[in-house]
Structures are given as structure tokens and as C-alpha cells.
């Protein structure tokens, strides 16, 4: 009731995720940047709970049907998963 829920991080404060992918490159999550585009109810809680168990591998079949990153990542909201590696991996 104090402020709306898209406001999170004034409680929250947010961190950059990071994954280590062996063979495939290492991905750096922004959360600064995509809170910049999205609210935080597009994600949370419906694609990921807020906690460190989402840490958890995903595969990319998993994110070409729309399981997490791929949930924006489709062609439609952003570039999609299934090109531009580079974009989210960095070898």
C-alpha cells in the first residue's frame, strides 16, 4: 500500500545475474538494463521466483519455447534466443 509494486528495488535492490556456461560462454544477466524496458512483474514471479534458485540450467530448446529468457526473446518482444549468440554470450 506504500508505493506501487513495479517499485521493487526501493526494498529490493537487484544484482547483476551472472552464469558460467562451460563450452557455450559465460552470460551476464542486466538487471539495470532490463529493468530500463520492463517492469519487474514481467518476470517475476510468473518466469522466475525471486531467489538464487534460479540459477538453475535452462537449455536452449528450453528458451526457444518462451521458458525464460526466451519468454521475451522470440522476434517479437526482443531478438530472439535462437540467433545472435553473441549478444548474451561471450566467449
Known amino acids: 500500500a506504500a508505493f506501487k509494486t513495479d517499485e521493487c528495488a526501493k526494498c529490493h535492490p537487484f544484482k547483476e545475474v551472472e552464469y558460467k556456461l562451460e563450452g557455450a ?19 517475476h514471479p510468473k518466469l ?29 518482444g526482443a531478438f530472439t534466443v535462437k540467433e545472435n549468440c553473441d549478444r548474451c554470450h561471450k566467449m
Open 25 to 43: 560462454g559465460d552470460v551476464k544477466f542486466s538487471h539495470e538494463f532490463h529493468t530500463g524496458l520492463s517492469a519487474c512483474g514481467e518476470c
Open 48 to 76: 522466475y521466483q525471486p531467489s538464487a534458485q534460479n540459477k538453475r540450467g535452462i537449455t536452449m530448446a528450453e528458451m526457444e519455447a518462451a521458458k525464460s529468457c526466451g519468454a521475451c526473446h522470440n522476434e517479437k
